[in-house]
């Protein structure tokens, strides 16, 4: 296939949304008729599964591989920071001759080389962090958003949902004649419930409750700007040469209609990880195709790679499988495999801390629901574990596992060679101080920092050179005099500040290590900040 009759590829995901905030699954109050045609006109499957957290999901998606492998753990804290030698869709798209563009949410690295541009987007309108208005750019809005156009930011005008496909829409018109990539990873209907009251108002009429109302409202906002998408295809004759790719995250935050799933956001129960995905390519796979056979966020760069005809190095691993045999419904025996979905707050991987395995019919967890807990004690010898008949029960009603002890056995002895494999890859990214490519850059505390014991401890980092680094605090309102303390590489510098200074001067030697920076006030000595604020952030610039 030559390059220019490759398809385009659209890969849309949205977060917090889950399994039942779309019409097509049974949702009889949420307005999602672009979703819905995205399900009817192309293959739907009914059991994808993500991660219980954002993140994981993401890097799964980004790279064809369990999270653990690239360096992700979690969502914040130091947990969320990708390896840069990872490599991407986007990387191996640019590869093979497609522009490449993101329009939303990264959430896998803010600094060099963890940014989306240093993974291979060429395009970039991104925001940091988490989400909008969660560290490191606070206060900030979903109405007129402060985002990153590649590394520099600018003031948005609009709502972030309809600035981040506007200039999607803009980069297709631009590249029409070529092959692209494009992902649109929405900040929405995650926190905080910003939307306008033309959206949210006709569900408060129908009674639902505030917050449900401005969910449905954000969602259905994606969904209009999805139709916009589509008409644009369908105008510039690129609707029958594009794979368009809806999913979201993980399971909905907080409770809403979930389909008669169990539990939400977080958990490895089914309402927790399971999630919609649909692909619809008019030239390439069937219409109005469902399948219930188990598929995951790994699966989807190698099913695209597969579809494009682009290949990966040869020493690439990929723990996903080419799902294009069943999207075109190709009569082929589909093997029972088993995923392995994890995720859990801590500074290190943690086997059975709130993980499952899931069959074509059997469910195993360990330790479910605890995944928020910090420093949580799991035991390697008698792990709580459960086992449901997802056929039987798929609303994980009725355990099992007393009934059924050898397969228990033999799901646990399938998770134990998971996790010792991919835990033994696990790496947390390394943020790049004295680089060109960033220079200055902002150490954020709160989401990059290790936390141990729920406390910051410093960060990852490699000095690619020595000399003179000028950091800056940020400590308002603790403006009273005290001091800038730096630990590195195994030695301590502190410089004095007057009332109201925040910058000191360091010397600092080139290496790999945790650096640790932090803030002493004169009357109470080292001040701790953990909360999900800008105070103790720190601007690192490399003087020389």
């Not at 969660?134 to 972030?160: H, I, T, W």
């Not at 956001?265 to 030239?283: H, L, Q, S, T």
């Not at 790496?427 to 004295?434: E, L, R």
Request: charged share 25%.
């Amino acid at each position: 296939m030559n390059e220019k009759n490759r398809p385009n590829v659209v890969l849309i995901i949205t977060d917090d949304q889950g399994y039942g905030t779309v019409g097509v699954h049974g949702n009889d109050q949420v307005r999602t008729p672009y979703m819905d045609r995205l399900a009817n006109e192309g293959v739907a499957f009914d059991r994808f599964y993500g991660h219980p957290l954002c993140s994981p999901s993401r890097a799964a998606l980004m790279t064809g591989r369990y999270f653990y492998r690239t360096g992700i753990l979690h969502t914040s804290r130091g947990g969320a920071l990708m390896s840069g030698d990872e490599v991407t869709a986007a990387e191996l798209f640019r590869d093979a001759g497609y522009r490449t563009g993101i329009f939303g949410k990264w959430h896998l690295g803010d600094n060099y080389p963890m940014r989306p541009m240093d993974q291979g987007f060429e395009k970039a309108v991104w925001h940091k962090g988490g989400g909008i208005g969660q560290a490191p750019v606070r206060p900030n809005s979903y109405f007129d958003s402060l985002l990153l156009r590649e590394g520099e930011e600018f003031q948005a005008k609009g709502y972030c949902t309809d600035v981040f496909f506007d200039e999607a829409l803009a980069f297709i018109e631009e590249h029409q004649s070529e092959p692209f990539f494009i992902y649109i990873p929405t900040n929405a209907p995650h926190n905080p419930l910003e939307i306008s009251d033309e959206y949210a108002d006709p569900y408060r009429e129908m009674g639902l409750d505030d917050s449900v109302a401005r969910i449905y409202g954000m969602v259905e906002n994606i969904d209009d700007n999805i139709g916009q998408l589509m008409e644009l295809l369908e105008r510039l004759g690129l609707d029958e040469d594009t794979i368009i790719v809806f999913t979201s995250d993980h399971g909905p935050a907080g409770g809403r209609y979930n389909a008669g799933l169990r539990s939400t956001k977080g958990d490895v129960y089914e309402g927790g990880i399971r999630v919609p995905y649909f692909m619809r390519w008019p030239k390439g796979m069937l219409a109005g195709f469902k399948t219930d056979k188990i598929a995951s966020h790994i699966d989807v760069l190698p099913t695209l790679l597969s579809l494009c005809n682009v290949d990966s190095p040869s020493d690439l691993r990929m723990d996903g499988v080419d799902l294009m045999p069943l999207i075109r419904g190709q009569k082929v025996e589909w093997l029972d495999r088993t995923l392995f979905i994890q995720t859990h707050r801590g500074s290190r991987p943690r086997q059975y801390h709130n993980c499952t395995a899931i069959t074509q019919r059997y469910k195993w967890l360990g330790y479910p629901s605890t995944g928020g807990q910090w420093d949580f004690e799991t035991s390697s010898t008698d792990p709580v574990m459960a086992l449901y008949d997802l056929e039987d029960d798929p609303g994980e009603e009725k355990e099992i596992g007393g009934q059924m002890p050898d397969l228990v056995a033999q799901m646990k002895r399938d998770y134990d060679v998971w996790f010792d494999d991919v835990a033994s890859d696990w790496q947390a990214g390394v943020i790049h101080i004295g680089n060109s490519a960033e220079n200055p850059l902002t150490l954020c505390r709160y989401q990059d920092s290790e936390y141990i014991s729920e406390l910051p401890h410093g960060w990852r980092v490699k000095i690619e050179q020595s000399g003179t680094y000028a950091l800056r605090i940020n400590r308002e309102p603790l403006n009273g005099a005290g001091a800038l303390g730096v630990q590195w590489q195994g030695k301590t510098q502190k410089n004095l500040l007057a009332a109201g200074e925040n910058t000191g001067r360091f010397e600092l030697e080139a290496g790999d290590g945790k650096l640790e920076i932090w803030f002493e006030l004169e009357d109470i000595g080292r001040v701790t900040f953990s909360s999900n604020l800008t105070i103790g952030d720190v601007e690192v610039d490399y003087l020389g």
